[in-house]
């Protein structure tokens, strides 16, 4: 079988880039642009403020992917932004939704990682790496940054959508 580390990066942005537009189109009807590589400097809360403004406020979130391929994936939405999926996922009004408070932005955003993990680890298994995923896990805060640790590997990707930015970040395990 294959090493991840041989898996080559056109690759790895396809899957995501399969699996970010298929949930956003399917699940919210939205559509995203295709997903442009974007350095470790900018995955920081999705995307560095260069303002002086305060930074927005992050929801993030996380699922894991273990087996023949292990790693992290995380999915990077201003809070505005997720909480208007948010409504559009669960069929709520705005209102609905900022009454119902953060748990329910976490859950919906949490669903969807979830998915996009989970099509992203099918097109992996597809190729011959085997995996599992973790269950979803929710970051919220503002200027915070997610680093790798040396031995791993990150693949991270800005999607526009309705003028917000999306961003993927995958950090995989290059010893696999």
Known sequence: MPAI???CENVI???IVRAVTDVFGTMLGHEVGDGEPCGNARVASGERNTT?????VMVVGTVGFLGDVNG?????FDATFATACTGVLLGMTQAEVA???AEVVNDAVG????MIAGSFKNNLCNAGHTCKLTIPSILRGRNFVVEPTSS?????YRFDCLGHKIVTDIIMNQDE
Do not use: I, M, V
């Open 152 to 156: 791993a590997r990150r693949y991270a």
């Open 13 to 15: 942005k396809d899957h």
């Open 72 to 76: 992290l994936l995380y999915l990077y």
């Open 5 to 7: 580390k041989d898996t």
């Open 111 to 114: 669903e969807l990682t979830n």
């Open 52 to 56: 002086l403004d305060p930074a927005p």
């Open 99 to 101: 009454k119902s408070g």
